[in-house]
């Protein structure tokens, strides 16, 4: 088969469409034909040398495509050969085929585009094991989500809003705000030149009082002191990205005053099976989320498809902060 290797660490110009061995699949895995892939900072990270694959898993970038079935492994009851499919993995995505545990699957019905379920699975995973699984995200609630035009937060937005919340967002640009405004955020703030902590007080929350019952953060030390300052009695904080660096100073009689949780987590260093592990969040995606998708309640928001032999751009583009919503690769027709 084909994939993108890596020629050493650096920018995307490291990146080659060239030739790479046949994977093939083992009990309880399934072998996908790979239609898609989705691209995620971590593979921007991975690709700069700073985010290696968990032991095991695949030295090719991905954490998730869409695709259809071309083999099932011993003991696979629940998939067969042909079906439509996305899924969640800890790299391999980039590649014309990839195998993945079967309990990492979630189907894609026949009507639903397999390019734009590419962009599905990462987010879902995250964003429900996230503000559900971990926050317990409830009706009435205010859920303050940073970086609100980013695949993680239009797909998270959506998902609030199904649950009844009150969602704020940070952007970067009235235009990324108009379009989280689009898809239900009512607190808008424009991270260059707003207080977000300001705004989220401003704001009465369900039981908590004024401010954030819940924050979605990608920005990590930066945003640390401020996002405990926005947060409500009560309130969740959920660090899932760095991007503001990785080390702060914690005012804990400011978090202890507020009752407050500070939750780290990531999706892709979990275990494949068991307590929070992967499989177990695909469950509760597959059971309480995909409805929504499959209906239409919940759109993946996809803002550029590129072919797999241009994904060097497709990281150029995801760098530059100029997308709205997901940037996917396309490997075949």
Not at 192 to 221: H, K, W
Not at 267 to 287: F, L, N, T
């Amino acid at each position: 088969m084909r994939a993108i290797k890596l020629n050493g660490f650096g920018g995307p110009e490291v990146m080659t469409w060239g030739e790479a061995p046949d994977p093939k699949p083992g009990h309880a895995e399934v072998l996908i034909d790979v239609v898609a892939a989705g691209v995620n900072r971590a593979d921007l990270l991975q690709r700069q040398g700073y985010y290696s694959p968990p032991p095991g898993s695949s030295e090719i970038m991905g954490l998730e495509c869409s695709g259809v079935i071309a083999e099932v492994g011993e003991g696979v009851r629940d998939w067969q050969v042909g079906d439509r499919v996305c899924a969640l993995m800890s790299g391999g995505g980039y590649a014309e085929r990839v195998v993945v545990p079967a309990a990492q699957l979630l189907p894609v019905p026949q009507d639903f585009d397999l390019g734009a379920a590419a962009g599905l699975p990462e987010v879902a995973a995250t964003v429900w094991s996230n503000l559900v699984m971990t926050a317990g995200l409830r009706a009435g609630q205010l859920v303050l989500i940073h970086g609100g035009g980013s695949g993680i937060g239009t797909h998270a937005i959506q998902v609030a809003v199904q649950r009844g919340a009150r969602v704020a967002v940070t952007a970067g640009s009235p235009e990324k705000l108009q379009r989280c405004k689009e898809l239900g955020a009512t607190v808008l703030i424009n991270y260059r030149d707003d207080d977000f902590v300001a705004a989220v007080r401003r704001e009465t929350s369900g039981a908590g009082g004024p401010g954030a019952d819940i924050i979605l953060d990608n920005m990590g030390a930066a945003y640390l002191a401020r996002n405990v300052d926005a947060l409500a009695a009560h309130g969740h904080l959920v660090i899932i990205g760095m991007q503001g660096g990785v080390t702060a100073e914690l005012n804990l009689g400011a978090l202890l005053a507020k009752w407050g949780t500070v939750h780290a987590t990531n999706v892709r260093g979990r275990p494949a099976s068991g307590p929070h592990s992967k499989a177990e969040i695909i469950a509760e995606v597959r059971a309480q989320l995909w409805p929504l998708v499959t209906d239409g309640a919940i759109v993946p928001v996809i803002h550029a498809e590129l072919p797999i032999a241009e994904a060097a751009d497709a990281h150029r583009l995801l760098e530059s902060s100029e997308a709205f919503g997901k940037v996917t690769l396309r490997v075949r027709d």
